[in-house]
């Protein structure tokens, strides 16, 4: 299972950013997916997850009203659009496989990882 997380970059607040990842090697459409994110010196906290057709989301309270996650089952592939960016979501962004239908907030029971991809916002 190969996870290509890609998008991050620089953006000053208030700014907006649109995460891919992009599965290969599972059949992507059978499991719920997530994203996280791990800012230097914290743990690895819960952004955003998404059911395997897309028809439940949820979110942390920190990102919610302002990130929304999608997915595209045809093309393998999970977003994460983030607008209305801060400062304090500065971090390293990864996508996760869940071999459930629904996923949860909690990053041990996460599968397959990413490589992660990096969000820094400027004030």
């Known amino acids: 299972v190969q996870l290509q997380a890609f998008g991050g970059g620089l953006v000053l607040t208030g700014g907006s950013l649109k995460l891919s990842c992009a599965a290969s090697?599972?059949?992507?459409?059978?499991?719920?997916m997530g994203w996280f994110r791990q800012a230097p010196g914290k743990e690895r906290e819960f952004v955003a997850t998404i059911s395997w057709r897309g028809g439940i989301t949820g979110y942390a309270d920190s990102v919610k009203g302002r990130f929304t996650i999608s997915r595209d089952n045809a093309k393998n592939t999970v977003y994460l659009q983030m607008n209305a960016l801060k400062p304090e979501d500065t971090a390293v962004y990864y996508c996760?496989?869940?071999?459930?239908?629904?996923?949860?907030?909690?990053?041990?029971?996460?599968?397959?990882w990413g490589q992660g991809t990096e969000v820094t916002v400027s004030s």
């Open positions: 996760a496989v869940d071999r459930r239908l629904y996923g949860n907030n909690r990053p041990d029971e996460y599968d397959y």
């Open positions: 090697g599972l059949t992507f459409s059978r499991y719920s």
